[in-house]
């Protein structure tokens, strides 16, 4: 265990037993200077991301920087309210006691962030660890390194330094890492890691999240307006250059709908990234040499027919968007694992049920997409498959939406966060039941004690029967509000009638 | 037992380890045709499973009795009512449980929906324990029936005549297609760990809950784990002994003290352990008279093993104050209080599990606070004080699974609360809704459509990438919730302030 370990993981647990990030404005003050972080480091964090996967500045900025603030700014509006004790509803049998959820922290945190959105996919879970109250150690992935080195270097500028730290590891630093005692660990990453990070966690009984990936499969009918299904679909895929844990994995459709599907795939590549995609910088690289060469053997020795596409150079790490129609057969090189890049296969299907038994028949994927205007088809498809999202006539959008859970199902992982479930995932709800000593508190339990008789039994096989419609869910400041609304109208009639008329 | 029930060893016959992956993949099948996505499905399944719990309560008393000699009281009220309640308000509440939740629209994306659909996760492994064996059992595999799962219970082989109950009931009225029971020892678990499960939720000790977890590595299955852990008890001089006393002996002989939730151990002033113990002696004797071995209201201790664990802590733990009798025949070990314990002795090492209470002396609440920081977290904490910031300090400044003020054990019954421990007291939650939350999967849906307006919104979106659209993209994340629809929120108070005018306006004509 090397000193610096050890070091960083002995403050954080006694900077968590020093009780400081239990106070909510403690939380809200680390949260309001990350906020002044991303403004203030912005264009270093987006040379970074340029200089660790050639990303574009509206990428870099839209698709990290941005959702990394719209997360600030859903905390520093809600935290407040997600702090507070849930009271659970008076009961009138026993309108003297009184029971709540008080959300508390875990203790320290292990943050493992993932390469390919290496600010948002470190960043967002943190802010959810902070806001609940943990002490966290986040281990950027060492796969960006200009991102991770430029959080280890702005991060303890602008968050307290006892309480989370920025960890740089590689894999078998990790490795130590995970040897250690964590209350919660989050992580994301492929299956593989996943494996790992659980067999880690097991001994020291800790709890987990795991974000982890698949092959999103996506529908399209005949139904589908095949222009706007085309381009959405492509920029999901282009984006980061295919390197999205919900980028679309692969197509099934029609042959119909395929023919449309590539007549304007090449048109609207073309119009984004002119007649030479591999000058466009818009386009990102593959991040390194292992990724490159798993995607070339996929078109190197993938059965099917390259439609488009299909140019690489090692050199510079660069793949174009490639597109592979004619897939013999389910067992394709293309169709195994996970793409993680922009080749993007067409299987042809008779029908929605025919893709309903494929994707059933695969590992739950982290998303799902399907492209129809017919109603019935899409609700076949969110009833009958399970993914870790679905999103209907477009892709990634589920990720963003404020409100919604992401996280996988089955191989893409369990938990969730983003927002509300950021916070949920990083707290232990503790159920409080707060009794007194009262006569009337003694008199309600009495029965329970021994000697125990017929009558103290039907006394309280009654009780339990019935306490819920004791029940008096009135929620009282919305009683009040309601009651001054309603005042408030007739004030303004009365001074009208009095003053005005 | 009664003449038409199946004994154990018939019934171990019947589980061949062979077949657990027949089992598994017929429910598994059963899963994938959408058999228990429909509601009305569940529904039936839930209203046949209270009836099962309705019509056989003679079979499932006698088997606890036979199990571990648990009064009528104790099997009817802590195992049948409680799951029948369970049950009733799964069968009241799972339409409103089920139903997607719908997030509200966005101006900006007028047309668009996004919802939150709950899904079930597939084929559910429930592994139950002995000490509350229909209890731990049923009721989270009613929970996992009401998320649309399938499931497969394995109730403990430690309390065999209750198995033998379930593996011949649960058959006879639920859906044999979807749900299984299946019987067998460590073995046998091991065996069936081999599985794919979508899910495992398990109760019991921490040993056996970190192997489970291990195995369902495997196939990456989230699990809840509800183990158990040193419940401790801090009591302060501002109390009314009398009643503290009663409620924490309660807590105590409930199930003669197997109960994950009992209160383990006490801590308090040399002061409180003198008010304690007379308190408690007289309890003791108002409850069981002279010879509690006679009260029938005492169950035994569940098994031989954990018997003579427990013998071991009267000779290595303290010194008896109360209490101490043993009967090695019956599995009898009297209500006993331990005082003079140390924190080293073996008492307090690990969860007690029986109906021994030792009282550690401490000298201040904050002395209390660090004894149980520097040990694991606990399943629950119970303070006992009168004083408000002390109860707010102990409870603020320790982690447990739970908290009860002034009292023992009830949290356990109350649906409304998560029921569920953290760090070695195990993680996850189930109860009421909790339950329905556990074994479902919450899965966002965005649906969007081809509507002109729709495709203008994310038009920007595409490349080549400009400044103006990094720009303009910006703003909208910025902005995007101003532009929420939350007008219909203040509906109803528009409604009252025309109720205010209407009012004003009748007491003017009226007048």
């Not at chain 1, 912005?42 to 040379?47: G, K, L, R, T």
């Not at chain 2, 008279?289 to 954990?306: C, E, F, N, Q």
Request: net charge neutral; charged share 20%.
């Amino acid at each position: 265990m090397s000193t610096n370990m050890t070091s960083v993981i002995t403050k954080s647990r006694s900077a968590f037993s020093s009780e400081r990030t239990l106070a909510v404005s403690f939380r809200l003050a680390q949260i309001k200077n990350l906020l002044a972080m991303i403004n203030e480091c912005q264009d270093e964090i987006v040379s970074a991301l340029h200089a660790d996967l050639r990303k574009s500045t509206m990428e870099a900025t839209l698709y990290e920087v941005e959702l990394v603030r719209s997360e600030i700014a859903y905390f520093i509006r809600n935290l407040k309210n997600l702090a507070k004790k849930e009271k659970l509803p008076m009961n009138l049998l026993a309108c003297l006691d009184s029971g709540y959820i008080q959300r508390e922290p875990y203790g320290v945190v292990l943050i493992l962030g993932a390469w390919n959105y290496p600010l948002s996919l470190s960043l967002l879970p943190l802010i959810g660890a902070i806001a609940a109250g943990n002490c966290v150690i986040l281990k950027p992935s060492e796969l960006a390194p200009n991102t991770a080195q430029t959080l280890s270097k702005i991060v303890p500028r602008y968050l307290d330094t006892e309480c989370f730290h920025i960890y740089e590891a590689d894999l078998e630093g990790t490795k130590e890492l995970l040897k250690n005692k964590f209350d919660y660990i989050f992580a994301t990453g492929s299956t593989n890691m996943g494996r790992s990070v659980m067999a880690a966690a097991v001994p020291h009984l800790t709890p987990l999240t795991l974000e982890l990936g698949g092959k999103s499969p996506i529908f399209i009918d005949d139904s589908s307006d095949y222009e706007l299904a085309t381009k959405r679909i492509l920029w999901g895929k282009c984006m980061n250059l295919g390197q999205t844990c919900i980028a679309p994995d692969y197509i099934l459709c029609s042959k119909n709908v395929e023919k449309e599907f590539l007549t304007v795939a090449t048109r609207v590549l073309t119009e984004w990234y002119g007649t030479n995609w591999k000058q466009s910088l818009d386009l990102t690289r593959i991040l390194n040499e292992k990724n490159f060469l798993r995607l070339q053997k996929m078109i190197e020795e993938t059965k099917g027919r390259i439609a488009f596409g299909g140019q690489m150079d090692q050199q510079t790490l660069w793949i174009s968007p490639t597109v592979i129609v004619d897939i013999p057969d389910p067992s394709d090189i293309v169709m195994q694992e996970e793409i993680f890049g922009p080749i993007l296969p067409i299987i042809t299907v008779d029908s929605a049920d025919e893709a309903i038994k494929i994707i059933k028949s695969r590992p739950k994927p982290l998303s799902l997409y399907v492209f129809s205007k017919d109603n019935s088809v899409i609700q076949e498809f969110v009833k009958r498959t399970s993914s870790g999202g679905i999103c209907i006539n477009d892709v990634i959008w589920q990720n963003g939406w404020e409100g919604l859970p992401f996280g996988g199902v089955g191989e893409s992982g369990f938990g969730n966060y983003h927002g509300k479930y950021s916070f949920e995932t990083f707290s232990h709800k503790k159920s409080v039941l707060q009794r007194g000593f009262s006569y009337m508190s003694e008199k309600l339990g009495e029965a329970r004690y021994p000697p125990y008789n017929d009558s103290k039994l039907r006394f309280f096989t009654t009780i339990i029967r019935h306490i819920h419609s004791f029940n008096v869910n009135i929620n009282w400041c919305r009683v009040t509000s309601h009651f001054f609304a309603g005042c408030f109208g007739a004030l303004v009639l009365f001074l009208y009638l009095r003053y005005l008329k | 037992m009664s003449g038409d029930s199946v004994t154990w060893i018939e019934l171990q016959k019947e589980s061949d380890p062979m077949d657990f992956s027949k089992k598994v993949s017929h429910l598994s099948s059963s899963f994938l045709s959408g058999k228990t996505l429909d509601l009305n499905f569940r529904l039936k399944q839930l209203k046949a499973l209270l009836r099962l719990y309705e019509e056989n309560n003679g079979k499932i008393l006698e088997a606890l009795h036979k199990d571990m000699r648990k009064s009528e009281l104790e099997a009817y009220l802590y195992e049948v009512t409680l799951m029948k309640n369970d049950c009733r308000d799964a069968i009241q509440l799972l339409k409103s449980w089920a139903k997607p939740k719908f997030l509200k629209r966005n101006w900006l994306v007028l047309a668009d929906e996004a919802w939150i659909e709950k899904v079930p996760f597939g084929v559910v492994l429930v592994i139950g324990t002995w000490n509350y064996p229909f209890q731990l059992t049923l009721v989270p595999m009613c929970g996992a029936i009401a998320a649309g799962n399938c499931v497969i219970i394995k109730p403990s082989e430690i309390s065999s005549y209750s198995a033998a109950v379930m593996a011949e009931l649960i058959p006879k009225y639920l859906d044999r297609d979807c749900y299984q029971v299946v019987l067998g020892g460590p073995e046998e678990t091991e065996k069936l760990l081999e599985e794919k499960f979508d899910y495992i939720f398990y109760t019991g000790s921490m040993k056996i809950g970190k192997k489970i977890h291990a195995a369902a590595n495997k196939y990456l299955t989230p699990v809840t784990l509800e183990l158990g852990g040193k419940s401790p008890v801090f009591v302060d001089d501002t109390v009314n002994y009398a009643m503290t006393a009663r409620r924490i002996m309660w807590g105590k002989c409930m199930n003669m003290g197997q109960t994950c939730v009992a209160p383990d151990y006490i801590l308090c002033s040399k002061k409180v352990e003198i008010e304690l113990i007379k308190e408690m002696k007289i309890t003791l004797q108002e409850w069981y008279g002279s010879d509690s071995k006679k009260a029938t209201d005492l169950s035994r201790i569940g098994h031989k093993r954990h018997f003579e664990r427990l013998k071991m802590f009267l000779s290595n733990s303290g010194s008896i104050a109360l209490g101490g009798g043993i009967d090695e025949s019956e599995l009898w070990i009297e209500p006993t209080i331990l005082v003079n314990v140390k924190p080293m002795d073996p008492i307090m090492q690990e969860e007690i599990f029986g109906p021994i209470l030792p009282i550690v002396t401490i000298n201040s609440p904050d002395e209390a606070i660090k004894f149980i920081n520097a040990r694991p977290h606990p399943l629950c904490l119970y303070i006992f004080s009168e004083v408000k910031c002390l109860q707010e300090q102990m409870k603020n400044m320790t982690q447990s699974g739970t908290a009860v003020i002034n009292d023992t054990i009830v949290q356990f019954a109350i649906d409304e609360l998560p029921f569920g421990g953290i760090g070695e007291s195990g993680m996850g939650y189930y109860h009421g809704k909790f339950s329905f939350d556990t074994f479902t999967h919450q899965k966002g849906v965005v649906e969007r459509n081809f509507s002109f307006l729709a495709d203008k919104v994310g038009v920007f979106r595409y490349p080549p990438y400009t400044e103006r659209k990094i720009n303009f993209i910006s703003f909208l994340m910025g902005h995007w919730k101003k532009f929420k629809i939350v007008y219909f929120d203040y509906i109803p108070y528009f409604l009252c302030f025309l109720l205010g005018i209407v009012l004003v306006i009748l007491v003017q004509y009226f007048l």
